[in-house]
């Protein structure tokens, strides 16, 4: 059986953790999600416009307000009320952005089918129970439609994982370990902070299967690389180059 921690200790670290976690957000939500995050999104997501969307999950709501600027109409759900704040502050009145209060483990407010297109952004990794929340975005879909999803890559971001630099040869090489644990773990964010998130670590396997007996067939996956023009604005982005730090599924009901 995985380790888990109560679900209240997890929204605890969140709340606590919210006001530092968006400080550097900007309307592209930060430069990794500008550079890595968003291109694949918005790559997989369909036409918006008019549409029923989802964003589960959603912080302070930046993904939120550029899918209701493209025309969406947009359900926003959060289980951090220190969270919801944030987003409710930054968001105009004329963006108009339904956000809630939820579990994505469990949104039995909201009625089944109702949706277009469901879009989670570094969730699912956070989450005690991703078959239920799997299970729970299945059943608000309407048929047919999709749910893309980005996650932290497990096979490269794993507990224990980071950059080792080898001063002798001038080389740093990326360290995994603890691929196969199933379970919780802490995360320090920013790396150099003393505040611990709750992290969840399944093998891709364990996603895969996931997936499939949630009843989605998996229509497209993306493991982000910066793009050529993003390594000139950012040239930091380099070290993506040699393994993905996330991956970004595309399913359909
Ligand atoms: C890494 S942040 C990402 C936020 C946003 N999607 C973005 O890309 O900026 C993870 C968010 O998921 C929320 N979250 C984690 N588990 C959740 C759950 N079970 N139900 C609802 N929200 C959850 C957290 O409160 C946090 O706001």
Known sequence: MARKVPTEEAIKRWDQHAERFTANYDEHGGIHREVLLNPAIFSL???????????????????SRILAQKGAIVTAVDYSEKMLEIARERTYEEVPIQYE????????????EQFDCI???????????YKAALSEMYRLLKPNSTFIFSILHPCFVTPNSGW???????????????????????????LDSDDKIVFYHR???????????????????????????MLIKYPQFEEDLHCADFIV????K
């Open 45 to 63: 997501l369909e036409e918006v416009k008019g549409k029923r969307l989802l964003d589960a999950g959603c912080g302070e709501g930046y993904l």
């Open 101 to 112: 209060h939820g579990n994505c483990e469990k949104l039995d407010f909201l009625v089944d």
């Open 119 to 129: 879009v989670s952004n570094m969730v699912l990794q956070d989450l005690a129970d």
């Open 164 to 190: 080792i630099r080898n001063e002798r040869l001038d080389q740093q090489y990326w360290k995994v370990q603890r691929y196969f644990y199933e379970g919780v773990y802490d995360q320090k964010l920013p």
């Open 203 to 229: 093998t891709l396997t364990s996603y895969m299967k996931a997936i499939i007996q949630a009843g989605f067939s998996i229509e497209d996956v993306i493991e982000p690389m910066p793009s050529k023009e």
């Open 249 to 252: 599924f595309k399913l359909r």
